[in-house]
């Protein structure tokens, strides 16, 4: 296992560093002597390879290091909104053209996220799906109408909060075909850690109070902790980013993708107390009629 990983890192590796970018990251790759890794790293191979992973013996991790000058404007204390909304665009234009992992040869669009660049409230799932991908919006299919509901619910509206996903472009269990339906998969180490930056330059940017992070990719990536989404969820976790300083501190609270609500419709209960923790912190009093 460890020798695929390392052999994956140096591919990787390779990849990144012939790529025409110059907001390329310095990656560099980790063997046995990893102690000293930032969490959120260790966090992702784990969830790529599993417990086993966790192993210093076993554990080869990837590293993504970001330029300096790229977090400087984000940690600026004063963002107007228009600010906010260049820098996003800036970032939405980026990866758009991203082809630092290989979803960037298969995705029919890159799918950055949208949504009101002053909100109280992002939700960040795990990647885009067939219709993301085609649509080039994020929870735009079946589990994003779910979302929607949710949102609502909460008393707040789509365009009032800002919505992303951890991997910006669509992982396919057959990137030959992405004509075919049931063809999504969760994002693997690599392509989490090729995106990570965009997630976190997009929270420093828009800074909202809480981040809702749906299912357990989001919230073991953000949270840096590779516990059971079970183990996350239901509680306030101050939010830590690897490669921005935040320029007020940021609660995340975990929760069920509403893919799984759609297949398990019992644990919306579940999912329905974790969202009235952040209404309450909010004073929201849920759905406007
Ligand atoms: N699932 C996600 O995690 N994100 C989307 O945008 C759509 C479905």
Same mark, same amino acid.
């Given at each position: 296992m460890a020798d695929s990983v390392r052999a994956l890192a140096r591919d990787l590796k390779r990849l990144l560093t012939t790529a !025409? +970018? +110059?907001?390329?990251p310095a990656v560099s790759a980790y063997g046995p *002597?990893? *102690? $000293?890794?930032p969490a959120a790293v260790k966090v992702v191979a784990a969830v790529a390879?599993? #417990? %086993? !992973?966790? $192993?210093p013996q076993t554990a080869a991790v990837l590293e993504v290091t970001f330029p300096r000058a790229q977090s400087i404007s984000l940690q600026e204390p004063t963002m107007t909104t228009a600010d906010k909304t260049a820098a996003l665009k800036a970032l939405a234009d980026t990866i758009s053209h991203c082809? @630092?992992?290989?979803?960037g040869a298969t995705r029919l669009n890159a799918v950055p996220g949208e949504g009101?660049?002053? !909100?109280a409230v992002m939700f960040v799932g795990e990647g885009p799906g067939f219709d993301e991908d085609r649509?080039? @919006? #994020?929870?735009?299919g079946r589990a994003g109408q779910l979302l929607t509901k949710m949102i609502l619910a909460m008393g707040l509206t789509r365009e009032e909060v800002f919505i992303a996903n951890i991997a910006k472009c669509h992982p396919m269990? +057959?990137?030959?075909? #992405?004509? %075919?339906?049931?063809?999504d998969r969760a994002p693997n180490a690599q392509e989490i850690a090729c995106c990570r930056k965009y997630i976190e330059q997009q929270i420093a940017i828009v800074c909202p109070q809480y981040v809702i992070a749906l299912g357990g990719v989001a919230a073991k990536s953000l949270i840096s902790d590779a516990s059971s989404l079970g183990a996350l969820r239901g509680k306030f976790h101050p939010l830590h980013l690897d490669s921005v300083t935040l320029k007020k501190p940021v609660q995340i609270l975990a929760t069920y993708h509403p893919a799984a609500l759609l297949r398990n419709p019992n644990w919306k209960k579940d999912a329905w107390a974790d969202l009235q923790l952040v209404m309450d912190k909010l004073g929201l009093k849920g759905a406007r009629n």
């Open positions: !025409a +970018d +110059d907001m390329l *002597e990893t *102690e $000293s890794l390879t599993g #417990p %086993k !992973a966790e $192993s082809t @630092r992992c290989p979803l009101n660049v002053n !909100a649509q080039g @919006r #994020p929870f735009v269990t +057959d990137p030959l075909h #992405p004509e %075919k339906h049931g063809n």
